[in-house]
């Protein structure tokens, strides 16, 4: 299964990356599957870590949760991932964002580099939780 | 008998369902029970030494059970619990 995403979200995915650093900047992915995985909108969250912790950790509250799983819900989607920056560094998953990681999730990550978002990946967690497999991206609106 | 609310992300492995219904004189025994009935969400919670994964916020009514007696917080009839992942990395 591939992830599609518009142009304009994926902007504003890193819109927010670059807003967010040299921070984490990190929100919630709503859409739905078919014979493909498609983000349909972002739901943006505040980064909840301690001020020395933002550059490099990111943390949703679980009243934030609670509320995008609303909205989906609301919108007749659903949560389907969670997108977040890796500022000054690749967009590969980490060690602990693997620890972290949900399983069914998709986890976008978008490298900031000197305050500018350079590139998307998209990775989901392996069933025994060992590792993380990217998944393609599908970008609408670009040919090929 | 307590219902639980289980978040997106965790329901392909309750076969779908977003409330589930567990047994259990308190948390502890509510989570255990939980897995037993679906027995693949248990690698997911639980890590190798069989505690709670990190991740796994538990709210009794509106109050998170860190705030209550933790995983000995009693539950009684018709408690409602819900499931509520810490959506973190780095």
Same mark, same amino acid.
């Given at each position: 299964? /591939?992830?599609?995403? /518009?142009e304009?979200?994926?902007?504003?995915?890193?819109?927010?990356?670059?807003?967010a650093?040299?921070e984490?900047?990190?929100?919630f992915?709503l859409?739905?599957d078919?014979?493909?995985?498609?983000?349909?909108?972002?739901?943006?969250?505040?980064?909840?870590?301690?001020?020395?912790?933002?550059?490099n950790?990111?943390l949703?509250?679980p009243?934030?949760?609670?509320?995008?799983?609303?909205?989906?819900?609301?919108?007749?989607?659903?949560?389907?991932?969670?997108?977040? /920056?890796?500022?000054?560094h690749?967009n590969?998953?980490?060690?602990?964002?693997?620890?972290?990681?949900?399983?069914f999730?998709?986890?976008?990550?978008?490298?900031?580099n000197?305050?500018k978002?350079?590139?998307?990946r998209?990775?989901?967690?392996?069933?025994?939780? /060992?590792i993380?497999?990217?998944?393609?991206?599908?970008?609408?609106?670009i040919?090929? | 008998?307590?219902?639980?609310?289980?978040?997106t992300p965790l329901?392909?492995?309750?076969?779908g369902?977003a409330?589930?219904?567990?047994?259990?004189?308190?948390?502890?025994?509510?989570m255990?029970n939980?897995v037993?009935q679906?027995p693949?969400l248990?690698?997911?919670?639980?890590?190798g030494?069989?505690?709670?994964?990190?991740f796994?916020?538990l709210?009794?009514?509106e109050n998170?059970?860190?705030?209550?007696?933790?995983?000995?917080?009693p539950?009684?009839?018709?408690d409602?619990?819900?499931?509520?992942?810490?959506i973190?990395?780095?």
């Open positions: 299964m /591939s992830l599609v995403i /518009s304009e979200i994926l902007g504003q995915i890193y819109a927010h990356g670059e807003e650093y040299p984490e900047g990190a929100g992915l859409g739905y078919d014979e493909q995985r498609h983000v349909a909108q972002i739901f943006v969250t505040e980064n909840a870590r301690e001020d020395e912790a933002r550059h950790r990111y949703v509250t009243q934030e949760y609670l509320q995008a799983e609303i909205a989906a819900e609301l919108l007749g989607l659903s949560l389907i991932g969670v997108f977040h /920056s890796h500022p000054d690749p590969r998953p980490s060690e602990f964002d693997r620890e972290w990681a949900q399983p999730f998709s986890y976008i990550i978008t490298s900031v000197a305050g978002a350079v590139e998307s998209s990775w989901r967690l392996a069933e025994n939780r /060992s993380f497999e990217e998944e393609q991206i599908e970008i609408e609106g040919e090929g | 008998m307590t219902t639980l609310k289980i978040p329901r392909y492995y309750t076969e369902q409330e589930v219904t567990v047994s259990g004189s308190d948390v502890a025994a509510a255990r939980l037993e679906y693949t248990e690698q997911h919670l639980y890590n030494n069989g505690e709670l994964r990190a796994v916020n709210f009794l009514g998170n059970i860190k705030d209550l007696q933790g995983l000995e917080t539950l009684s009839e018709g409602s619990l819900r499931l509520i992942p810490s973190a990395g780095g």
